[in-house]
């Protein structure tokens, strides 16, 4: 497996750059690099002033969308096996993709949120942790590593930590509503246990 990934993956660096270019989409040399950021900036504004739930999912894809770009066509590609592997109940091929995506583009915050996800889903908390203040570093706002890191904490017995972590999702996304409930259960579970 890994010599067939490292086959392909040696063709995709040797492609010539307007060649990766058409493949992803992108071959408007005028776009700046700063332009995906300041997207996902105004995106962000948008998402804290949205006032309905349906407004603020459709913010939220979008931003999501943003983040999945790497600008890499081979990075892109690693992402698009890693979820077909985990669609296909194929984790450690899912893994070992992903561990080429950190390596590869280790400033790319989804590679390393979506192997986060990864190792939540095999009950490797220690690393999803570790994977997620990884993720928050790049991007303190990523709404997914937040809520994945509530969820362990809430999980590990942590009840008082989760909570600001749900408070920070919400800081970022007002209207996540499973975060909303979460935080409001947590609060009236705490409140309980000191009377």
């Known amino acids: 497996m890994r010599n067939v990934f490292a086959i392909a993956l040696a063709i995709l660096l040797a492609l010539p750059a307007g060649a990766v270019a058409q493949t992803t989409g992108r071959a408007n040399a005028s776009l700046s690099v700063e332009e995906p950021q300041a997207r996902v900036d105004q995106l962000f504004v948008e998402l804290k ?17 943003e983040w999945m770009r790497s600008g890499s066509a081979s990075i892109d590609l690693l992402m ?36 986060a996800t990864l190792h939540f889903a095999m009950d490797n908390y220690a690393k999803s942790m570790a994977d997620i203040g990884r993720t928050l570093q790049l991007e303190p706002r990523h709404f997914g590593a937040l809520g994945g890191m509530a969820t362990i904490l809430k999980n590990s017995g942590r009840k008082e930590a989760a909570m600001h972590a749900y408070e920070r999702v919400l800081d970022v996304y007002p209207m996540m509503r499973s975060a909303q409930t979460e935080l409001g259960t947590l609060a009236d579970e705490l409140a309980g246990e000191g009377i």
Request: proline fraction near 2%.
């Open 49 to 65: 002033r949205a006032r309905s739930e349906q407004a603020a999912e459709r913010l939220a894809n979008r931003i999501r969308q």
């Open 80 to 115: 698009r096996w890693s979820q077909k592997a985990i669609e296909d109940k194929k984790n450690d091929a899912a893994m070992d993709f992903l561990d080429q995506v950190v390596t590869l583009a280790p400033d790319y915050a989804e590679g390393w949120n979506r192997r």
